[in-house]
């Protein structure tokens, strides 16, 4: 008797470890669930928030185009604005792709068309990029729409 007692303490016990291990690995399930959904609902965040001051200056310069009668001055400031935009995004990992003059690869390049070309060496280059391609972090993110010469 007192070995029947004695296995049925270690099932016991065995069985409340067998609980609480599957407990500990609901609960581990259930916190990594509500962790991706909100990595997934946050994840363009940081980026939005380097963009807000893009934004300001847009609204800025918005608001001195009604005012100002001066062309120059206004395309200086456009010109600020967008310089300020890429650099945010290139601070973000973001890169262009170089096309232009380069070989046509299907890895990089989607064709739109093909021209015909007098010069044998554009023969199979991208001869204009109707769309430009972007790296992010070194992974391609869009691809570039171009035309080839042929």
Do not use: W
């Not at 001066?70 to 601070?91: A, H, M, Y």
Request: net charge negative.
């Amino acid at each position: 008797m007192e070995e029947f007692e004695r296995l049925k303490d270690d099932l016991q016990e065995q069985k409340d470890k067998y609980l609480r291990l599957f407990a500990e690995f609901d609960n581990f399930r259930k916190r990594s669930a509500r962790e991706n959904l909100d990595l997934r609902q946050t994840a363009g965040k940081e980026v939005i928030v380097s963009l807000l001051d893009v934004l300001d200056d847009c609204d800025r310069a918005e608001k001195q185009l009604d005012l100002s009668e001066d062309d120059l001055t206004i395309k200086e400031g456009v010109r600020l604005v967008f310089s300020k935009l890429r650099s945010v995004l290139q601070g973000k990992g973001l890169k262009p792709m170089q096309s232009i003059g380069a070989d046509f690869d299907v890895e990089k390049h989607e064709a739109i068309t093909e021209i015909p070309v007098q010069d044998p060496a554009l023969k199979g280059k991208v001869i204009d990029e109707v769309k430009k391609g972007y790296y992010l972090n070194d992974k391609i993110i869009r691809f570039a729409k171009v035309v080839v010469g042929k």
